[in-house]
């Protein structure tokens, strides 16, 4: 497992991480005994960084990632949550000091720790960015000790650039995979000039990428790539990265024969983001030892040779552009 350093916080962070939202909720039944076996397989193999959320499961994400850095002891890992999805409507005005406060107190709570390593804004109404009185409550809180640092979730670009703009975030997580490729365009260049850790989140566009699916998969109704397929729960670019399921599955069809060797296409799409150096760590989920033990495997992929990088874009520019590029 290789590292890269983590935006201007002085921690280096394993390049795969551990996204955290699968063992939550809305992905399935969660199973409490597996969830922290893979957590426990994530770890031993290297991973460093864990993303979680307040709203994941209610808080059973955090609690669970808490009892296993319990059980293991040790140095920590650098554990990110987030915040603002409890709100029942986004609005600007939901982001007060009293609001913050209480989620953050309850995150510490959950975690089982005195301070949180980083909080992020959890895809907040765009209009929030132009709000700088919102970041000037963070920088309180860190000045109080309940949180190291900051930074932001969010679904656009635009969103991401205006969010660097504040000298307090220190990381951007935002969805990026070989199906949503427009961040690569101008903001990776922009936060790396600022030294801004970007978390690539939903790095296998929901499973899709990891060719395992067909036209005639079932999904549960706990799951939200059967109920949020068409945006009805939250942001529809959390689900397959907006792109149409068909429309995804044939995409991966071209892509299918570019895998080489024994590997897997999962692993193939996670070493096909670490080939950006402005990517700090992808954070694929996991549910099980299996899949956090192969996620990992990903990091010691060899590099992918240029013309494989090339097809890639083409495939995007040819099947997948027309129904995300503009739109985050």
Same mark, same amino acid.
């Given at each position: 497992?290789?590292?890269?350093? +983590? *935006? #201007?916080?002085? !921690?280096? /962070?394993? @390049?795969?991480?551990?996204?955290?939202?699968?063992?939550?909720?809305?992905?399935? &039944?969660?199973?409490?005994?597996?969830?922290?076996?893979?957590?426990?397989?994530?770890?031993?193999?290297?991973?460093?960084?864990?993303?979680?959320?307040?709203?994941?499961?209610?808080?059973?994400?955090?609690?669970?990632?808490?009892?296993?850095?319990?059980?293991?002891?040790?140095?920590?890992?650098?554990?990110?949550?987030?915040?603002?999805?409890?709100?029942?409507?986004?609005?600007?005005?939901?982001?007060?000091?009293?609001?913050?406060?209480?989620?953050?107190?309850?995150?510490?709570?959950?975690?089982?720790?005195?301070?949180?390593?980083?909080?992020?804004?959890?895809?907040?109404?765009?209009?929030?960015?132009?709000?700088?009185?919102? +970041? *000037? #409550?963070?920088? !309180?809180? /860190?000045? @109080?000790?309940?949180?190291?640092?900051?930074?932001?979730?969010?679904?656009?670009? &635009?969103?991401?650039?205006?969010?660097?703009?504040?000298?307090?975030?220190?990381?951007?997580?935002?969805?990026?995979?070989?199906?949503?490729?427009?961040?690569?365009?101008?903001?990776?260049?922009?936060?790396?000039?600022?030294?801004?850790?970007?978390?690539?989140?939903?790095?296998?566009?929901?499973?899709?990428?990891?060719?395992?699916?067909?036209?005639?998969?079932?999904?549960?109704?706990?799951?939200?790539?059967?109920?949020?397929?068409?945006?009805?729960?939250?942001?529809?670019?959390?689900?397959?990265?907006?792109?149409?399921?068909?429309?995804?599955?044939?995409?991966?069809?071209?892509?299918?024969?570019?895998?080489?060797?024994?590997?897997?296409?999962?692993?193939?799409?996670?070493?096909?983001?670490?080939?950006?150096?402005?990517?700090?760590?992808?954070?694929?989920?996991?549910?099980?030892?299996?899949?956090?033990?192969?996620?990992?495997?990903?990091?010691?992929?060899?590099?992918?040779?240029?013309?494989?990088?090339?097809?890639?874009?083409?495939?995007?520019?040819?099947?997948?552009?027309?129904?995300?590029?503009?739109?985050?």
């Amino acid at each position: 497992m290789q590292s890269r350093q +983590f *935006g #201007r916080t002085g !921690r280096s /962070v394993s @390049e795969i991480g551990f996204g955290a939202w699968a063992i939550g909720a809305a992905w399935g &039944e969660v199973n409490d005994e597996e969830a922290l076996a893979a957590l426990h397989a994530a770890l031993d193999t290297g991973v460093t960084f864990i993303d979680t959320a307040d709203v994941y499961g209610d808080g059973h994400s955090e609690r669970l990632i808490a009892k296993v850095l319990k059980e293991r002891g040790g140095e920590k890992p650098f554990v990110a949550t987030k915040a603002g999805r409890r709100l029942p409507a986004q609005s600007v005005e939901g982001y007060s000091t009293e609001n913050l406060n209480t989620w953050i107190d309850r995150s510490l709570k959950n975690l089982g720790v005195e301070t949180l390593d980083l909080v992020q804004l959890h895809c907040p109404p765009t209009d929030l960015y132009y709000h700088p009185e919102v +970041f *000037g #409550r963070l920088d !309180r809180l /860190v000045e @109080e000790g309940k949180i190291r640092h900051y930074g932001v979730s969010v679904e656009r670009v &635009e969103e991401a650039l205006k969010a660097i703009e504040y000298p307090g975030v220190v990381s951007v997580q935002i969805i990026f995979n070989a199906f949503r490729q427009r961040p690569a365009e101008r903001f990776f260049a922009e936060a790396k000039q600022k030294n801004v850790a970007i978390i690539a989140r939903v790095p296998l566009a929901s499973g899709l990428l990891s060719g395992k699916f067909k036209r005639d998969t079932k999904f549960e109704a706990t799951d939200h790539r059967l109920f949020n397929r068409n945006g009805e729960a939250f942001d529809v670019g959390e689900t397959f990265s907006g792109v149409p399921y068909e429309a995804g599955l044939d995409a991966v069809e071209r892509i299918r024969p570019l895998v080489s060797g024994d590997t897997t296409m999962a692993k193939f799409a996670l070493r096909w983001i670490l080939m950006f150096d402005a990517i700090t760590v992808a954070i694929p989920g996991a549910r099980n030892p299996a899949q956090a033990r192969s996620n990992a495997e990903a990091a010691a992929l060899p590099a992918l040779p240029k013309e494989v990088m090339d097809e890639i874009v083409k495939i995007y520019d040819e099947d997948i552009r027309q129904y995300v590029h503009q739109r985050w």
